[in-house]
């Protein structure tokens, strides 16, 4: 595990997102929380112009150190500012999608799996984005998950959501809901709930996860009335999963399902396609939820909101989705940091 001060708390790295968005006022308000800096310690890639001025409007007194991004070293400061001072920051009326919003933000992921890769950190958390600005500069990802997967040659990634009463992976993410079934396969089923089993019993501490998954069609087909895909395809997923020792049930209709799961009968749902995993998470804790990445050689959480660029310079963000990140990536990698190389399964490719 990669290195970090010497009181062994983990070292974390967060993203500020786009310059335009919420990032640097999230961040500022989770950051200031005693509680949260007490878990770790924190490199801050973004622009410091943007993060003191944020902080100036929730009326936060600098709590961070500031550093030249290339200048980047193990630090003894609780939280450190590592400042990309050579870009200008956008206009106050500049609250929206650019070409060079997209740049900056994805120079600070860039420069963020640098530093674990020179084991001056142990976690990443990421600020939200713009898929428009990156588009706009030019960047070939439609998102972090994409992104993060490529940087690391990780063969399986999968996107889970974690809330206090739910935690969800999705066998599909970003595509046209009409293109989902091409892509549909019994691997792309298996995949999340293998991940997410890894997860829940290496991760959360759960000895035995039980898991449930959903059904792509209305009533899980209904016996085939509605589509064969839950017979053709989840079922023997589901049979993969149990012949490799996964407590998996289903597949089950969605709209019971996400009750079932509430009421703590699954410890973990999969859901078939984006917005069915996805609607039931924003309802119940649309400001607790967190963005967790499976696959990767690390843990890496985001905020599970958008950048919210009509709100940006009002001082109306709310900090819980970051905070969430913030403190479930520090639980995660102090554990990890606990374990013996021995123990630890990092690489899940």
Same mark, same amino acid.
């Given at each position: 595990?990669?290195?970090?001060?010497?009181?062994?708390?983990?070292?974390?790295?967060?993203?500020?997102?786009?310059?335009?968005?919420?990032?640097?006022?999230?961040?500022?308000?989770?950051?200031?929380?005693?509680?949260?800096?007490?878990?770790?310690?924190?490199?801050?890639?973004?622009?410091?112009?943007?993060?003191?001025?944020?902080?100036?409007?929730?009326?936060?007194?600098?709590?961070?150190?500031?550093?030249?991004?290339?200048?980047?070293q193990?630090y003894?400061?609780?939280?450190?500012?590592a400042?990309?001072?050579?870009?200008?920051?956008?206009?106050?009326?500049?609250?929206g999608?650019?070409?060079?919003?997209?740049?900056?933000?994805?120079?600070?992921?860039?420069?963020?799996?640098?530093?674990?890769?020179?084991?001056?950190?142990?976690?990443?958390?990421?600020?939200?984005?713009?898929?428009?600005?990156?588009?706009?500069?030019?960047?070939?990802?439609?998102?972090?998950?994409?992104?993060?997967?490529?940087?690391?040659?990780?063969?399986?990634?999968?996107?889970?959501? #974690? $809330?206090?009463?739910?935690r969800?992976? +999705?066998a599909? /993410?970003?595509?046209?809901?009409? !293109?989902?079934?091409?892509?549909? %396969?019994?691997?792309?089923?298996?995949?999340?709930?293998?991940l997410?089993?890894?997860?829940?019993?290496?991760?959360?501490?759960?000895?035995?996860?039980?898991?449930?998954?959903?059904?792509?069609?209305?009533?899980?087909?209904?016996?085939?009335?509605?589509?064969?895909?839950?017979?053709?395809?989840?079922?023997?997923?589901?049979?993969?999963?149990?012949?490799?020792?996964?407590?998996?049930?289903?597949?089950?209709?969605a709209d019971?399902?996400?009750?079932?799961?509430?009421?703590?009968?699954?410890?973990?749902? #999969? $859901?078939?396609y984006?917005?069915?995993? +996805?609607?039931? /998470?924003?309802?119940?804790?649309? !400001?607790?939820?967190?963005?967790? %990445?499976?696959?990767?050689?690390?843990?890496?959480?985001?905020?599970?909101?958008?950048?919210?660029?009509?709100?940006?310079?009002?001082?109306?963000?709310?900090?819980?989705?970051?905070?969430?990140?913030?403190?479930?990536?520090?639980?995660?990698?102090?554990?990890?940091?606990?374990?013996?190389?021995?123990?630890?399964?990092?690489?899940?490719?």
């Amino acid at each position: 595990m990669n290195t970090s001060n010497g009181n062994n708390l983990p070292v974390i790295a967060v993203t500020m997102g786009d310059p335009a968005g919420i990032g640097a006022e999230v961040i500022v308000k989770a950051l200031a929380d005693p509680e949260i800096r007490a878990l770790g310690r924190f490199v801050v890639f973004g622009l410091n112009e943007a993060i003191t001025y944020a902080g100036d409007l929730a009326e936060v007194d600098a709590f961070w150190w500031r550093d030249q991004h290339d200048h980047l070293q193990h630090y003894e400061h609780p939280v450190v500012v590592a400042d990309y001072d050579e870009y200008n920051i956008l206009g106050a009326d500049e609250h929206g999608p650019t070409k060079q919003g997209g740049q900056i933000s994805y120079q600070f992921l860039l420069d963020a799996c640098e530093a674990y890769r020179r084991n001056l950190v142990d976690a990443v958390v990421t600020g939200p984005i713009s898929k428009i600005s990156w588009r706009e500069a030019g960047v070939k990802y439609p998102g972090h998950t994409e992104f993060f997967a490529d940087q690391f040659r990780a063969k399986r990634v999968t996107m889970m959501f #974690v $809330a206090e009463k739910l935690r969800v992976s +999705l066998a599909t /993410i970003h595509m046209p809901l009409m !293109d989902v079934r091409n892509c549909f %396969t019994i691997g792309r089923v298996f995949q999340p709930i293998d991940l997410m089993h890894q997860a829940l019993t290496e991760w959360f501490g759960i000895p035995k996860p039980r898991i449930g998954v959903c059904g792509l069609n209305p009533h899980a087909s209904d016996d085939g009335r509605f589509g064969d895909e839950e017979e053709r395809i989840i079922r023997p997923a589901i049979v993969m999963a149990r012949d490799a020792g996964i407590e998996a049930e289903g597949p089950f209709p969605a709209d019971t399902l996400f009750v079932k799961a509430l009421e703590g009968r699954y410890d973990g749902v #999969v $859901a078939m396609y984006h917005d069915q995993g +996805l609607i039931p /998470i924003k309802l119940l804790a649309f !400001d607790s939820s967190v963005n967790v %990445t499976l696959g990767l050689p690390f843990i890496r959480t985001s905020v599970d909101h958008g950048t919210a660029f009509d709100i940006v310079g009002k001082n109306k963000a709310n900090p819980g989705s970051m905070k969430h990140a913030l403190k479930l990536a520090c639980q995660v990698a102090a554990n990890q940091k606990q374990k013996s190389p021995a123990q630890r399964r990092l690489n899940w490719r």
